[in-house]
């Protein structure tokens, strides 16, 4: 059975590239996107990728992937410091889930830098640009033994 990912993106996410470059990079949400719809065919897995900017639409997606998702992989974005609801649903979800960000967010200014998600999160990925989210998918696929048997045995499993 091909393993399930689902990329949940929180407020103002859609307009990466434009919103605080410094900070995030000038990449756009879409070439996120196409990247990792990429890397999820390389990989041979399935991929849904979502943005909302409401929390309510997010908690329903999260609600969701109890059933479409094998793992989450999600960027609460502004969420991450004061949701209780996106906290509350990921603790029904069953699989892994790992949280993701685009800054570091341990070297931000007060309010960026302690997340709530954090604590019902089985990773937590911050400050790799954009190329996290490819990262946070490896993660994901290797905790659900998902990446290709062919890949070399130190990526699929990692040191023993």
Not at 11 to 32: H, K, V
Not at 132 to 141: L, P
């Amino acid at each position: 059975m091909t393993a399930r990912l689902m990329i949940l993106n929180g407020p103002n996410l859609n307009f990466l590239g434009i919103r605080e470059p410094d900070i995030y990079g000038s990449t756009t949400l879409a070439a996120i996107e196409a990247s990792c719809q990429a890397f999820a065919e390389h990989i041979g897995v399935s991929l849904a990728f979502r943005q909302s900017n409401h929390e309510g639409e997010l908690v329903d997606l999260i609600q969701s992937a109890r059933e479409s998702a094998d793992a989450i992989i999600i960027n609460p974005a502004a969420y991450s410091f004061t949701s209780i609801a996106i906290i509350d649903a990921l603790k029904i979800f069953e699989g892994p889930i790992i949280e993701l960000h685009i800054s570091n967010i341990h070297g931000r200014d007060k309010q960026h830098r302690h997340s709530k998600i954090s604590a019902v999160v089985r990773s937590v990925i911050c400050g790799l640009g954009p190329y996290g989210y490819i990262v946070a998918m490896q993660a994901a696929a290797q905790l659900l033994d998902a990446l290709p048997a062919d890949m070399p045995t130190s990526m699929r499993r990692g040191p023993q």
